[in-house]
């Protein structure tokens, strides 16, 4: 089977960590081709040594863009003009495509990305679209023109939608017996879990942005060193340098005297490491579209505090269904991180890690959702060829 992927993310954040995996796993039964803005990035370049063919076209998210000030007004709204204009030319270089290497699957690995849909129904190719967001509830992004004609896009005969939980599921409305629900490989099949002595330190990864709840961490560390000084906060994630949010999180650590408990690591490879030495690690991400990271810290030993709602809930609900207890530590409000963090440093919650692996094992290996992924595209592509009879 020929399948083409399309992305916008050419960095090594979890959506790309994740289709990487699935080519992994996929590509020694299937001729793998991608389309990405760049191959330039870590994901392009790590895609080039294991042998995948890539196509390089700029073109970005089909969202509005957003701005806090004039400046940023007339900035993005250039962008999103030139956006519009890339899209225009990546459409034909998807048609270029198309007809050049005659895929059977084309399946985009974001939401908001919509250059291939109509080239596709035209060819009679199935298209599968990995829905990996709610947009507006997780990063403010509202599609461009509506929610309401991405709802309609989404639902094209033809177009076929994996999301990435139930909840992402249910908030697109999605369609049952066509749609199906398929969770992130965050782990490599053949990867070990991690187990090193617990460090005094509590971990933050992620990008650092509103979005993720990086301020509310500091501010839950804040008031759990008051009784514990000799813990520290590690941040591991990278920012957009034009983003105040990063400006509001410094002020505060320098509101509160943290500069020496507190420090911001960047982009990091040694996450996994980080995550087994981490005597916890925090998730007060607004809503999770599934919790790429919570999956990783489980299986690398590492208690997840984490907020009550999405994908980060949904995991934890998974791991209490079956295994009769929590999995992780979850609040729903902010205020009850402190006390989280205080349990973490007086209780054994070594039976909570064990429960954790064992679910992320079950559910979240790479091996399993390729083979859930093949499995959609076997029945997809029979489907397509009645129709076109």
């Given at each position: ?60 998210l ?58 596709c ?83 933050f990864v992620?990008?650092?942005?509103k ?9 839950a ?16 994630g ?78 934890f ?26 349990r ?18 079950k ?27």
């Amino acid at each position: 089977m020929k399948i083409l992927y399309i992305t916008t993310d050419i960095g090594w954040g979890g959506s790309s960590v994740a289709l990487y995996n699935i080519i992994t796993e996929l590509k020694d039964r299937h001729q793998i081709f991608v389309l990405l803005p760049s191959d330039k990035g870590r994901f392009g370049q790590e895609l080039k040594k294991i042998g995948v063919t890539c196509f390089e076209k700029p073109f970005g998210l089909n969202v509005y863009p957003r701005f806090h000030n004039f400046v940023e007004f007339c900035k993005h709204n250039w962008w999103f003009i030139r956006g519009l204009y890339r899209k225009y030319k990546a459409k034909k270089c998807v048609e270029s495509i198309l007809d050049t290497i005659q895929p059977d699957i084309v399946h985009v690995n974001v939401g908001p990305v919509d250059i291939s849909l109509d080239a596709c129904i035209k060819r009679n190719i199935p298209h599968v679209w990995h829905l990996r967001e709610y947009q507006d509830k997780d990063f403010s992004m509202h599609y461009f023109p509506s929610k309401k004609y991405f709802r309609r896009r989404i639902a094209t005969k033809g177009n076929y939608c994996i999301s990435i939980s139930n909840d992402i599921f249910n908030h697109w409305h999605l369609r049952m017996g066509i749609d199906r629900v398929i969770y992130d490989g965050v782990i490599p099949s053949a990867q070990i879990p991690l187990n090193y002595k617990k460090e005094k330190y509590f971990l933050f990864v992620g990008r650092i942005q509103k979005a993720k709840g990086v301020l509310e961490a500091l501010i839950a560390f804040h008031d759990f060193s008051l009784f514990n000084n000799e813990y520290k906060m590690l941040i591991a994630g990278n920012w957009d340098s034009s983003n105040q949010y990063k400006s509001i999180c410094d002020d505060y650590i320098l509101q509160h005297n943290m500069e020496g408990s507190v420090t911001f690591l960047g982009q990091r490879t040694d996450v996994h490491e980080l995550m087994a030495k981490a005597s916890a690690i925090l998730v007060p991400s607004h809503f999770e579209g599934f919790g790429f990271i919570t999956a990783e810290a489980m299986y690398n030993n590492c208690i997840v505090i984490g907020r009550n709602t999405g994908g980060t809930k949904e995991q934890f609900d998974i791991g209490l269904n079956e295994t009769g207890d929590e999995i992780g530590l979850r609040f729903n409000r902010n205020e009850e991180i402190p006390v989280l963090m205080q349990r973490v440093v007086n209780e054994d919650l070594s039976k909570m890690r064990e429960l954790a692996i064992q679910t992320v094992c079950k559910h979240y290996l790479s091996s399993i959702c390729a083979k859930q992924v093949e499995f959609f595209y076997n029945d997809i592509v029979p489907k397509i060829n009645k129709d076109a009879k």
